[in-house]
C-alpha cells in the first residue's frame, strides 16, 4: 500500500458531502476519478486524513442546457464529455481539448470537476474554461455560489474553492455567431502534460473584425492563465490584419512565472506557448470564416 | 482508521472483502481475490501494465481505491479467455504475431485492446497508434502489438468475436 492511511467517506448527496467536508475541515479532501489525486497520494506527494469519493452524489451528473448555456455536471467523465454529441455541437472547443487528456483509460475515471478543482497549470480544461468564460457552481455547508472562471484559478494547484466547498457543475456559453475555435499544444508524448499550450476561443462581427476572443494559455505559469496583452490588442482588430506571429509574441507579455524543468527554460515554454497561440488562432479564424 | 466491507463481482465471480481504505484495486485483486495477472509496474498511474475493466470500461486498477469499485463489475485477464481456456482474438492476434516479448505488459494491453476494438472495431491506423498509448512496452515491442491489434480488428470484423469471454459492455450514460 503505497498511501498513507486515511478515513473513506462516500455520502449519497450533496448535502452530506459538503456536510461532511465542514465538520472534517482541512484534513477531508474531495475525491471524484482520482486520476490526479491517487497518483499524489500514492507517491506522498500529498497525505489526507479523510477522502471524501463524490461517486454516488447524483447531482454532480448530466449534461444539459440550463439558463441558456451548456452545463455539464462535475461528476461526468472526460470520456462521457468527449462522447457527447451536445458538447461536440454546442462547446466544440471543450471536445477537442477532451481528446489531449492523458489516455482513454485515464479518461473514462477523470472528471471535468476533478481536472478544474485540482488546477494544474499545464490541464486543458481550465485553459477552455477560461477562453470561454465559463462559470463554475459551487456549494459548501454556507450554500450555493456561482465562480467566474477569471477569478477561480489563483496559482499552483490552488482555486478559490474554500476547502469545505465542492465544485457541483460548469456552464459553457454555447457557440454562437461566426465564431472559431482551436487548442493547441506541445507535449513529448501523446497523453502527457504540454510543455505549453493555448486555446482560443473567436467570434467575428459581420465586418470582420474580432468581437471577442479568449485566450487561454496553459503550462506557462503557476495557474492557467489568460492571455490578457494578446486579447486587448485584439479587441475590435480586423482579422485580416493581425498577424499570427505577433498575436503568438503579445501573448507572451506579462507573464511572470514561467516554469523551467527538464523540457527547457522559461525562455523555450515562451517559444513555444507563442507558436501555439499562432497556430490555435489560425485554426479559430478559419473555423470563423469559414462557419 | 477503520476497514471497509466491499463486494465486487470479479471474472463473474462475486467477491466479498473487508479491506482497509488505502489498498488499490489493483492489489485488492492481486492479494484478496488471488488475480495476480493484473500486473503492477509504476504503481501511479502511467505504465498501464494493470488494467482491468470496471463497469466494462478499461481504468488503471492502481488509480483506484478498492473502497471505490465497491458494487461494481470487475474483468481482469484472468477473464478474457474463455472458461475452456481457449484465447480470446485479441490474445490470439497477441501470439500469432509476436505482440509480447517479456510478457509482463501484456494483460494491460490486452485489456486495453480488448476495451478498444469493442468500442471502436474499425480504427484507423493512427487510432490504434493512439489507443496504445496509454500502456508501456519496455522491451519496446510496439511494431507486433500494433500489427496484433490490426490484426485482431480485423478478425473480429470477419466474424470471429471473441469466445465466451467476460467483457460486459458499459452502462449507458
Redesign the interface.
Known sequence: ????????H?PVDLDEAVGLLGELGEDAKV?AG??SL??M???RLAAVDH?V?L?RVGELRGIEVRDGALWIGAGM?Q??VE?SAEVAEAVPLLARATRLI?????R??GTIGGSIAHADAAAEYPAVALALDAEFEACSPRGRRTLPAREFFTGWWSTALDPDEVLTGISFPRRAGRSGFAIEELAR???DFAIAGAAVALELDDGERVRRCGIGLFGLGSSVQRAAAAEEALAGAVAADVRPDEIGRTAMTGLDSIPSDLHGPPEYRKRVGAAMVARAWTKALQEARNG | MADTDVRMTVNGMVRRGTVPARLTLADHLRQNCGLTGTHLGCEHGACGACTVLVDGEAVRSCLVFAVQADDTEITTIEGIASADGRLSTVQSAFRDHHGLQCGFCTPGFVISVTAFLRDNPDPSDEEIREALSGNLCRCTGYQGIFQAVRAAAESLRAGSPAPEAVVPAPPDS
Open positions: 500500500m503505497k498511501p498513507a492511511a486515511f478515513d473513506y462516500a475525491i482520482g486520476q491517487v497518483p497520494l500514492a507517491l477522502l469519493d461517486r467523465t470520456a462521457a462522447r492523458g489516455h482513454f483509460q485515464i473514462n475515471r508524448r501523446h497523453g
